[in-house]
């Protein structure tokens, strides 16, 4: 199988509870909840999405033949040495095209692995580190996990529903939007009223990562 990257490229982990752990990004190209064009978002199931997985042009992006030129990237941009390997599944949707032979590739390189998915569909079960970012109107069939990242205010989430869900930690995040400082004062006041939430912050962008 072949893979639709935009781009690859290493970073400090922003969100959540890897945050600030050094890791390389790979963000697979397309999605099942909006097709990522503009004319298309207020008809989208996710309208709030803040980045851009359209095409394979991106920094470190492209078309990889198979999954062992993809780790070769990964490997390229991690560099040398191989303790605490780290790498981050993104998109768009990631599991769309994440597979057997992926998974399988990166774990022969020492990388432990990481996916952010919206959850509508099954993560690999190879996966190390599982974050669900649910979206309401979707319907989400990972309902287990290590992370789950709620993007926060978003009308017609059911908080009590998800709170039955099985991860390890239950993450409020505030929507980056026109918004942002009502949406943070959305997000702080989830977490002071119910416990299970703790806050999570974009620290890439405060700090002027990727």
Same mark, same amino acid.
């Given at each position: 199988m072949s893979y639709a990257v935009k781009e690859m490229f290493l970073t400090l982990q922003g969100e959540g509870v890897n945050a600030g752990a050094r890791a390389v990004f790979v963000r697979f190209a397309g999605c099942n909840l909006w097709s990522g064009r503009e004319a298309d978002r207020a008809s989208a199931v996710c309208r709030f999405c803040d980045t851009d997985f359209v095409g394979v042009d +991106? /920094? +470190? !992006? !492209?078309?990889? /033949? @198979?999954? #062992? &030129?993809?780790? @070769? &990237?990964? #490997?390229?941009?991690? +560099? #040398?040495g191989t303790e605490a390997r780290f790498v981050v599944l993104t998109g768009g949707e990631p599991m769309l095209q994440i597979d057997d032979a992926l998974v399988d590739a990166l774990h022969a390189r020492g990388f432990r692995i990481a996916i952010e998915s919206n959850g509508t569909l099954a993560a690999h079960p190879g996966i190390d580190w599982v974050c669900i970012s649910p979206k309401a109107g979707s319907e989400v069939v990972q309902r287990s996990g290590d992370e789950l990242k709620l993007v926060w205010p978003q009308p017609g989430i059911d908080l009590d529903a998800l709170e039955a869900w099985d991860f390890a930690h239950f993450l409020v995040q505030p929507m980056d939007s026109a918004e942002a400082e009502a949406n943070t004062r959305a997000a702080v006041a989830l977490a002071l009223e119910r416990p299970k939430w703790r806050l999570t912050l974009q620290t890439h962008k405060l700090l002027g990562l990727r």
């Open positions: +991106g /920094a +470190g !992006g !492209g078309r990889f /033949a @198979d999954a #062992e &030129a993809l780790v @070769d &990237a990964a #490997e390229m941009h991690w +560099g #040398e």
